[in-house]
Structures are given as structure tokens and as C-alpha cells.
């Protein structure tokens, strides 16, 4: 008895995205939790996994990824793109211990937030609001580097107005020799940004969904919604917007590089990103799957040891 044997006729089946197929599913979930970390064929030869074991340790070792990739950037004097997520946020306040450590300065980052709280017409809340994401990155990360960090001019957020901006800026600096690196959380539906797997539907081909820059106004996913209502409101769905700007596989996965974290623990044996890990690295590419491209570029994902166990393991009761 399970999902597969008794998902037929309930309210879940018409939740549950139409393009994941459970029978592949449960072939990820069920792996060994050993091979987490074996290569797939269909992963990018600098495509890395890097299991973690604790929370400090991922935010120390993900604030150090993204510190060096703007060193590096700034030692090859090159211009950087930066596709950044409000979430994880622990990793920001390393990020910015290691830059000044190391009298790192930023005025080569040209930083765009990859995703913004909308209505349907893509319509944002004003920056002050704590709410948002760009109130967010402002106060983690933008402002506590001080007058060496990232210019005010080169901090683009996602706004109807600058989001369909993005690919034009983005391209014009590419064309300079800028270097481009994702950061990026993988979300409970799979999604990166919030590019929820049920957008799947409206594109014809693979082709066009992964030349797709951007949405304004994206209807969320429920699952969307339901993470981050535990996540970020305490449970709470009032604060929450069904919608929001969100960049797009032709944007995220043009990148050079990508740096991206899995570390949804919630405490006495309950964790919400195991399948979602299993499914970024094992499914195989697929438009309902955003997360499942992720191997494919090159980059490093960084895990929590435990999201590898947990579903194969039943939780006592």
C-alpha cells in the first residue's frame, strides 16, 4: 500500500504535478542512500555533490562558495553576474566575513535577484516592506558589505519592470567577458527561482521551455505555497502571495557555474527536501522537474548528509 496503489480518484491526484511520474519517482527515493554521490550520465563532468554535515557547516561552506567565485572573478578581472535567492539567507552573513577578510571589494558584481512576491499582474509590495525579498538581500547581504560592496546601480530585483530587462543586461555583459553564477536553493516541487513544474504545460517543446527568460505575475504551484508558508510564515498563509516574478530556464541555466544548497532538516527525524534531492539528482532532465537541469551545467550542490536517508526510512510514531 502507497502512493502509487491509491492516488487514482483522490484530491491528491489533482494536485499532484501531472508530469511527475511516480514509478520513476519512487526508483530515486528508493536508492541507496551510499550512492547519493555516484555519477549519472547524464550529469556534467564539472558537476559536483557535496554532502554536509550540519547546518552550520553548509551555511560557513556555502558563504565560502559564493565569496570565492567573486574573488576569482575579481582576480581574473572579470565583470560578474550573480543570480541570487532569498533563501537560504545564513550563507549571506559568511559570504560577507569572508569578502572582508579577504579586502575583497564588489564593484565588479553586478548582482540580480532571481525571483520577487507578485499579484497576478506582477505587481510587487514597496522595498521597505519586510516582506520582501529585495528588503532581504539588502539587509543581509548588500548592506552589510559597506561602501566596497556591490554598487547601487548593479543590484537589479525582480520587478514587472526590470525582470523583463534582465536577458538584455545580462547578454550585454556577457558580451564584456562577464562570468555568470547561480545561486539557488531546490525548492519542495522541484522548482529553482520559482519555476514550478506545473509551467511544463504551456510550452510545446523542451526547446521553448528552456529558452523561456522569465515570468511576470506566475501563477505558484500549491506546494509552492505550502513550503513556504512553514518555511517563512510560521504556517501562517495570510502574509503569502499566490503569485510571484520569477527568472527562467533561459536565464539560470546559461550559467557558467552554479552554487546550490539542500538543507531542509526540520528537527526530531522530519525533513522536507530528501525527495526533493533524490529527484534533482537522479529523475534525468525534464521541464516538470526545474531542479533535474541543475546536474547538467557545472556547478556543486550542497547537502545536508541526512535529506540522503531519509526517505527510505519510515519515522516511528
Not at 37 to 42: H, I
Not at 192 to 203: N, Q, T, V
Not at 225 to 233: K, V
Request: charged residues 20%.
Amino acid at each position: 500500500m502507497n502512493m502509487i496503489s491509491t492516488i487514482k480518484g483522490t484530491l491528491f491526484e489533482q494536485l499532484y504535478p501531472a508530469g511527475w511520474d511516480l514509478e520513476r519517482l519512487s526508483y530515486c527515493v528508493t536508492s541507496d542512500p551510499a550512492t547519493v554521490c555516484e555519477r549519472q550520465s547524464f550529469w556534467h563532468p564539472d558537476f559536483k555533490p557535496v554532502p554536509v554535515d550540519g547546518l552550520n557547516a553548509m551555511a560557513v561552506q556555502f558563504g565560502h562558495e559564493i565569496a570565492m567565485q567573486i574573488r576569482m572573478a575579481k582576480e581574473e578581472g572579470k565583470e560578474l553576474i550573480l543570480i541570487l535567492p532569498v533563501g537560504p539567507m545564513e550563507m549571506y552573513r559568511w559570504t560577507v566575513y569572508f569578502l572582508k577578510e579577504w579586502g575583497i571589494t564588489c564593484e565588479h558584481v553586478h548582482g540580480f535577484n532571481m525571483d520577487e512576491w507578485a499579484d497576478e499582474k506582477g505587481n510587487t509590495l514597496p522595498a521597505d516592506n519586510p516582506v520582501t525579498f529585495q528588503y532581504a538581500m539588502e539587509h543581509a547581504f548588500y548592506g552589510p558589505l559597506g561602501e566596497d560592496g556591490v554598487p547601487e546601480g548593479q543590484r537589479h530585483f525582480a520587478t514587472k519592470e526590470e525582470l523583463p530587462r534582465y536577458a538584455e543586461q545580462m547578454e550585454a555583459l556577457r558580451a564584456k567577458g562577464a562570468r555568470q553564477v547561480m545561486v539557488y536553493g531546490v525548492g519542495r516541487a522541484c522548482h529553482i527561482a520559482f519555476w514550478d513544474p506545473h509551467f511544463a504545460k504551456d510550452y510545446p517543446s523542451e526547446k521553448e521551455w528552456k529558452e523561456d527568460t522569465h515570468r511576470v505575475g506566475a501563477m505558484l504551484h500549491p506546494l509552492t505555497i505550502e513550503q513556504n508558508a512553514y518555511l517563512t510564515f510560521h504556517g501562517n498563509y495570510i502574509p503569502m502571495s499566490c503569485y510571484a516574478n520569477t527568472i527562467g530556464p533561459g536565464l539560470m541555466f546559461r550559467s557558467d557555474f552554479a552554487i546550490g544548497g539542500c538543507d531542509g532538516v526540520l528537527g526530531r527525524g522530519m525533513s522536507w527536501q530528501g525527495q526533493s534531492l533524490w529527484m534533482t539528482l537522479r529523475y534525468g532532465p525534464n521541464p516538470w522537474i526545474t531542479s533535474s537541469y541543475i546536474p547538467t551545467i557545472p556547478g556543486k550542490l550542497l547537502f545536508l548528509e541526512e535529506l540522503a536517508g531519509a526517505c527510505g526510512e519510515i519515522a516511528p510514531h
